[in-house]
């Protein structure tokens, strides 16, 4: 009777270990685990830009060496507006974007794409951003992504108080290039992964 009731006893942890097991392997094989995913990655001009901060649905990406954000030269940075729902509300973000940047610095050029039937309108601003430590190239595109606003801006920073002549010389060489790739450039993440980031 005693080892009878050892044989149901060690019969049990063995269902046990083995039910245990089972969850174990199907929760490896569906990649369910208990580490964080890892933040997207966007490829942008031929350059990886890696997250370095999120708050209220914007996300700062700069290139590998340029994690100090009080001194980068290169960020893309991604605004998600969840409650801009159509072209009308794009438009209205696009123009008090283009308001902050002409109370900062100088616009340089706007431009719209109009609506078509295989794509929403889309709206571009470039301005020079003054600052008494710097200068900043912006190149704003806005665009409906996943039914959503989405700002995607490519900045580009010169330091120092005489930063004028370095930054017209870098607007001559990649001030065209940089709206071009931008404005061809599909690289935005699913937005539920940005919304996920910290």
Do not use: C, N
């Not at 269902?15 to 097991?21: D, Q, S």
């Not at 929760?27 to 350059?47: I, N, Q, R, T």
């Not at 997250?51 to 605004?79: I, N």
């Not at 003054?130 to 039914?147: H, I, N, S």
């Amino acid at each position: 009777m005693e080892g009878e009731a050892r044989r149901m006893g060690s019969r049990r942890v063995r269902r046990a270990a083995a039910g245990l097991l089972l969850v174990v392997l199907a929760s490896a094989s569906s990649g369910v685990s208990g580490e964080a995913k890892a933040p997207p990655v966007l490829h942008f001009a031929g350059a990886d830009y890696l997250h370095r901060w999120s708050k209220a649905g914007q996300h700062e990406f700069t290139p590998k060496g340029q994690e100090d954000l009080d001194h980068w030269k290169d960020m893309v940075t991604l605004d998600v507006h969840d409650q801009v729902r159509d072209g009308d509300q794009l438009a209205a973000v696009a123009t008090a974007v283009v308001a902050r940047y002409q109370a900062a610095g100088k616009i340089l050029k706007t431009d719209s794409k109009p609506r078509t039937p295989a794509h929403p309108a889309e709206h571009f601003a470039a301005a020079v951003l003054v600052d008494p430590r710097f200068l900043e190239a912006a190149f704003a595109r806005f665009a409906l992504v996943e039914g959503r606003g989405v700002v995607a801006v490519y900045s580009h920073r010169v330091y120092g108080s005489k930063a004028g002549p370095e930054m017209a010389a870098w607007m001559d060489q990649h001030g065209a290039e940089s709206e071009r790739v931008l404005m061809a450039w599909a690289g935005t993440p699913p937005l539920d992964e940005l919304r996920d980031l910290k």
